[in-house]
Nanobody
Framework: QVQLVESGGGLVQPGGSLRLSCAASGFIFSSYSMYWVRQAPGKGLEWVSGIISGGGSTSYADSVKGRFTISRDNAKNTLYLQMNSLKLEDTAVYFC?????????????????WGQGTQVTVSS
């Protein structure tokens, strides 16, 4: 029932920008915190950012703070990640992730459903 579909990934030069989107369905999107998690080639999962259900509180990994912005449009059931000043080390598959319950906040790691991921490649 729950479905998360990422889009917007692609190839970008260092210093460039990209906006990822996640279309959500099958649950009351506006009631849940949402997250972006990434996996670089040969590396483990890395939490990138989280946002509370209403969008008023956000959290970021130190590695992306000041460069990435998470946001959401609850009327459209869509989560976004605006990525600016991209670096080579940002190359990864980016996943949209749902909080396990309505009380989980943007800094927590209690997740249940994942999207299929979208590839972001930063190269010269």
């Amino acid at each position: 029932q729950v479905q998360l579909v990422e889009s917007g990934g692609g190839l970008v030069q260092p210093g460039g920008s990209l906006r990822l989107s996640c279309a959500a369905s099958g649950f009351i999107f506006s009631s849940y915190s949402m997250y972006w998690v990434r996996q670089a080639p040969g590396k483990g999962l890395e939490w990138v950012s989280g946002i509370i259900s209403g969008g008023g509180s956000t959290s970021y990994a130190d590695s992306v703070k000041g460069r990435f912005t998470i946001s959401r449009d609850n009327a459209k059931n869509t989560l976004y990640l605006q990525m600016n000043s991209l670096k080579l080390e940002d190359t990864a598959v980016y996943f949209c992730v749902k909080a396990s319950n309505v009380w989980v906040g943007p800094r927590d790691r209690e997740w249940d459903y994942w999207g299929q991921g979208t590839q972001v490649t930063v190269s010269s």
